[in-house]
């Protein structure tokens, strides 16, 4: 695998549901990002690590839970999402944090129902 | 408030017709100015960064240069594999990075 890889790249699930979405960068970065990417709305930042410390968090409902175990994987874990959630999930690496030359990921395509 | 306004939303050319690509910003302290091109079904491709008004970057078709209060991205003579979402972002004087929604460009053979 190169670059950046996110699974699963397609998610349906209930408000109930809990899941989670993974990323992982072949890189060698130090900074991964998590961004939403909503139908005919900018990409948003949602979270920022760095060296597997969180550096930032754009105001992020706190059903979205973001976890990295180490600099080359990222994860957030969902839980009792709404509707207005569904959306692309972009994962994001670079060599720093606060560098935006960004490799991004695929995405993760997440409906809520 | 800070804000990126990309226009136009959607932009249909043919095969060898250049254009231009708008980008105009509002920001406090403009740290820094980025290109990405996102393909259907894909995360976005980072292109270019411009940091300073009258700066210019090449890449292929495309040029990119930075005014004051705008940047603009040229295509010359596009081509079919062009065709994509083209988007801007602006990074602030408090270093938060603010992305436009993107212009939709298809380039018809």
């Known amino acids: ?113 | 408030e800070d804000q990126v306004t990309q226009s136009p939303e959607a932009l249909r050319l043919q095969e060898g017709e250049s254009s231009s690509l708008n980008c105009s910003y509002t920001v406090s302290g403009l740290r820094g100015l980025f290109w990405y091109r996102q393909d259907p079904g894909k995360g976005p491709e980072f292109l270019f960064t411009l940091y300073s008004a009258g700066e210019e970057k090449e890449k292929e078709r495309l040029k990119a240069t930075l005014t004051k209060k705008e940047s603009f991205l040229h295509i010359t003579a596009p081509k079919p594999e062009d065709s994509a979402t083209y988007l801007c972002a602006v990074v602030d004087s408090s270093y938060k990075l603010i992305f436009g929604s993107g212009t939709r460009l298809l380039v018809r053979p």
Request: net charge neutral.
């Open chain 1, 1 to 113: 695998e190169t670059g950046v890889t996110q699974t699963p790249r397609h998610l349906v699930m209930g408000m109930t549901n809990k899941k989670s979405l993974k990323c992982e960068q072949h890189l060698g970065h130090n900074a991964m990002y998590w961004y939403k990417q909503s139908a005919k709305k900018p990409l948003e930042l949602m979270f920022v690590y760095s060296l597997e410390e969180r550096v930032e968090n754009n105001s992020v409902p706190s059903r979205f839970s973001p976890e990295c175990p180490n600099s080359s994987h990222l994860f957030l874990h969902l839980h009792t999402l709404q509707p207005e959630d569904s959306a692309l999930y972009l994962c994001a690496s670079s060599q720093r944090s606060g560098e935006y030359e960004q490799f991004f990921g695929p995405g993760t395509r997440l409906t809520v129902l």
